[in-house]
């Protein structure tokens, strides 16, 4: 039954937002209203879930997106608005052409309504009402409802033409192996086609502050006196991150060994060099670095370099190599780790990512 006050609460809605249209609406909704109030006593109305995948249909039932404006005012201005309205021309097959794109074949909702208002211009409100009441007819009618459909399938109706043909398409061919599929998001979590309060990329809220809406710990991290300058506007999450899912972990964008999602913008960290940092290279910048905020300047996992360092380079014996890469060489006898000029490795050992002129980084 909600459902179909929601769709009430729509109509009136469309009618008070459109008012060329809304006598006919004014009309059909009194109809509604009337059907609706007979079903609802005579307890036959079921909704008319069409939340099930539906099998292809014949091009004889898609009727083109020309009518709908006349009772849909408010989608249909705001559709011409959007990028979407681009599939509206063209030689797409005919169910990736404009509203039928993504809600489905229209013929039998058209004809059905279109029926009813004309039964109601003839005065005929009698003859509209009984046609309302055919809970068969009304459900045969019924368009692909987003708010009715379970998450992977409002997805997969985007994807196929997402995933596909369309503009960056290899943007989302991970989509399904991402946590944000795997945690029940669909697209319409972060776009929405019709009314989106900005309208780059149909997004619901901006970046970061769409992302915090989930990830309030991250908000926490960027809010920490060393930070990418994310919250600043510097930079967005999705330079690091693709949320549409990736190959890596952590849904870090594109890379082989875990850091090009850094080195896109710090190109000179990365070398190749002929003195390599073992570390970078093997483990990645999150062995020194934390990516998101720190308290420690240069975001570094310490908050004193010489313990960072000693981490790895620790002269206590016995501290096993097992990976051969995890553990460096100790320090030489005459670095006094207690004396104060020692603190601070990187003075000396500057080059601290790789070096082309000295094996210790200096
Ligand atoms: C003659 C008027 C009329 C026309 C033309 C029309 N619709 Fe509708 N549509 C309605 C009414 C009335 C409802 C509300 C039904 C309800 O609440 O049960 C509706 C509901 C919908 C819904 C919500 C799902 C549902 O079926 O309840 C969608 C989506 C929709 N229409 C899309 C379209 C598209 C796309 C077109 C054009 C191809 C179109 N409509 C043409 C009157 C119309
Ligand atoms: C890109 C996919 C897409 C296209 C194209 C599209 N819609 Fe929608 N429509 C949606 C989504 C998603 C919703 C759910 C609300 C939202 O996210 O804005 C929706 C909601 C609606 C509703 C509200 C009723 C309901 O319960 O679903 C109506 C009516 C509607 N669309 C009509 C239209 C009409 C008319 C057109 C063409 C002018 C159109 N849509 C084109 C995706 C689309
Ligand atoms: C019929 C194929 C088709 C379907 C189905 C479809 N899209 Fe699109 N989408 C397109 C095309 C074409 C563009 C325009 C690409 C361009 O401008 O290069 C687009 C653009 C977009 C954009 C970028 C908008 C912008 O302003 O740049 C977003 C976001 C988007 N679609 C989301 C969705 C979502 C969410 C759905 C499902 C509710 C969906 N699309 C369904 C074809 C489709
Ligand atoms: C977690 C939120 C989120 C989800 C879920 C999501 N998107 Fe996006 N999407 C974004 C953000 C943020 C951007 C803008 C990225 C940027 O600014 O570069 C974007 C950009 C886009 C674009 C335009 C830029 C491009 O990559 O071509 C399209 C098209 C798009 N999304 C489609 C989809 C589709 C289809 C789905 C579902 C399969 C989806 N999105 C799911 C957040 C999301
Ligand atoms: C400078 C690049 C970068 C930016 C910008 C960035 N991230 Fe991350 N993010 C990472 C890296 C790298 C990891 C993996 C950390 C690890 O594996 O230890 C990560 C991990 C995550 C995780 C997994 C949990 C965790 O904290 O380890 C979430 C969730 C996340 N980021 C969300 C976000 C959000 C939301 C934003 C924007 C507000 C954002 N990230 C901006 C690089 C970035
Ligand atoms: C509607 C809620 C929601 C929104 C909005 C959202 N996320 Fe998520 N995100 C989740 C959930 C749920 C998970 C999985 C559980 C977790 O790791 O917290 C997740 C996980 C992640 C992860 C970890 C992925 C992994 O492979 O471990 C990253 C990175 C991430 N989100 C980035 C983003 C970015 C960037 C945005 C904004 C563009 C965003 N999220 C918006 C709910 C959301
Ligand atoms: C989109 C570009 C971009 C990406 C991707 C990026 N950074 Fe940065 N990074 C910057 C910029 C710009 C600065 C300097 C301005 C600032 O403070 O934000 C910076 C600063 C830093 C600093 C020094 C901070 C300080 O306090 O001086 C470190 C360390 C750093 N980034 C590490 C990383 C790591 C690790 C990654 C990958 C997880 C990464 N960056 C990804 C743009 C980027
Ligand atoms: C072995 C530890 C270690 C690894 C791994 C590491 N860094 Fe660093 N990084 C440091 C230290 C220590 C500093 C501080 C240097 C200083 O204070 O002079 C630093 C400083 C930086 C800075 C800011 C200062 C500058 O020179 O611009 C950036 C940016 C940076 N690192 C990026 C990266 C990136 C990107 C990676 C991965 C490719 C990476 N780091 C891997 C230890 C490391
Ligand atoms: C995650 C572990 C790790 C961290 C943290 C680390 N290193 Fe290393 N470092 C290594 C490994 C592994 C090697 C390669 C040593 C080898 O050949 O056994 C290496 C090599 C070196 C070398 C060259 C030694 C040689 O004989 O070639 C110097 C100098 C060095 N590191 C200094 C530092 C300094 C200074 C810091 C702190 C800013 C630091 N390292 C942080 C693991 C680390
Ligand atoms: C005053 C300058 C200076 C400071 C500060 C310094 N080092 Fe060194 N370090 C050197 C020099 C010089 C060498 C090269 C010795 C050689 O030529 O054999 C060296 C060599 C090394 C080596 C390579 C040892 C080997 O046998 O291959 C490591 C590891 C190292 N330092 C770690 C550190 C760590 C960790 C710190 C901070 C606690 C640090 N250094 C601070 C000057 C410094």
């Known amino acids: 039954m909600r459902t179909l006050k929601v769709g009430l609460v729509i109509v009136f809605c469309l009618a008070a937002l459109t008012p060329a249209i809304s006598t006919r609406v004014a009309a059909l909704t009194t109809t ?22 539906t099998p292809p249909a ?11 404006a006349e009772c849909h005012g408010a989608e249909a201005t705001h559709y011409a608005l959007t990028a979407h309205s681009k599939t509206r021309l063209g030689n797409g097959p005919v169910d990736q052409r404009g509203c039928e794109a993504c809600h489905g074949p229209a013929k039998g909702h058209v004809d059905f309504y279109l029926q009813i208002q004309k039964l109601n211009e003839a005065g005929k409100e009698d003859e509209a009402t009984t046609l309302m ?56 979590d972060c776009h929405s086609s019709h009314e989106p309060k900005r309208t780059e990329f149909l997004l619901k809220a901006t970046e970061p502050n769409m992302c915090y809406q989930c990830h309030a710990d991250q908000k926490a991290s960027f809010a920490k006196p060393f930070h990418h300058k994310v919250p600043e506007g510097g930079m967005k999450c999705s330079d690091c991150h693709n949320q549409h899912g990736s190959f890596t972990s952590k849904s870090l964008r594109n890379s082989a060994g875990g850091d090009s999602a850094c080195v896109k913008c710090h190109a000179d960290k990365q070398g190749p060099f002929i003195y390599e940092h073992a570390p970078v290279k093997v483990e990645g910048c999150q062995a020194c670095h934390t990516p998101h905020g720190s308290t420690n300047a240069k975001l570094l996992t310490r908050n004193i370099v ?16 097992t990976d051969g890469t995890g553990v460096g060489v100790g320090t030489p006898s005459f670095h006094d780790i207690n004396n104060p000029r020692y603190a601070n490795c990187t003075t000396c050992h500057f080059e601290i990512h790789g070096s082309n002129k000295d094996p210790f980084f200096r």
């Open 306 to 321: 010489k313990f960072l360092c000693l981490e790895c380079h620790s002269n206590t014996p016995g501290i096993p190599d």
């Open 133 to 188: 009441n055919d809970a068969a007819k009304a459900a045969a009618a019924k368009m692909l409802s987003f708010k009715e459909m379970a998450p992977a399938e409002a997805s997969a109706t985007c994807l196929k033409c997402h995933e596909g043909s369309q503009g960056r398409s290899e943007e989302r061919f991970n989509f399904r192996r991402s946590e944000h599929f795997r945690h029940g998001l669909s697209c319409n």
């Open 58 to 68: 014949p091009a004889s039932q898609f009727v083109g997106s020309e009518s709908c």
């Open 32 to 53: 509604l209203a009337q059907g609706k109030a007979s079903q609802e006593k005579s307890g036959k109305a079921k909704d008319a879930g069409q939340s099930k995948q």
